[in-house]
Nanobody, 115 residues
Framework: QVQLVESGGGLVQPGGSLRLSCAAS????????MSWYRRAPGKERELVAS????????NYADSVKARFTISRDNAKNTMYLQMNSLKPEDTAVYYC????????WGQGTQVTVSS
């Protein structure tokens, strides 16, 4: 059964950094476009960043450009999101998504940015 497991969330002060990981199992990871989404309280889910199957191309929401970096290691079946200069408005549950023929989601990891 396909599993996507996020980790690395937590509480951080404004200006701090976190690195999220998404470990995938039971899927051909290198064929999937991978993305990070987030849902803040009272808001719609939004796309944060995505990366192509080979990692050759990325895209970011305007709100996180120059602060967040998405990457992947196909040998480890793992995707990452390096988040720097975090702001309170980055507070949300962050979800990992894998998309190719099918669409899979992780359970989410909470990121809270607060002093």
């Amino acid at each position: 059964q396909v599993q996507l497991v996020e980790s690395g969330g937590g509480l951080v002060q404004p200006g701090g950094s976190l690195r999220l990981s998404c470990a995938a199992s039971d899927l051909t990871f290198s064929r999937y476009r991978m993305s990070w989404y987030r849902r803040a309280p009272g808001k719609e889910r939004e796309l944060v960043a995505s990366i192509t199957s080979a990692g050759s191309s990325t895209n970011y929401a305007d709100s996180v450009k120059a602060r967040f970096t998405i990457s992947r290691d196909n040998a480890k079946n793992t995707m990452y999101l390096q988040m720097n200069s975090l702001k309170p408005e980055d507070t949300a549950v962050y979800y990992c998504n894998a998309r190719w023929i099918s669409d899979y989601w992780g359970q989410g990891t909470q990121v809270t940015v607060s002093s």
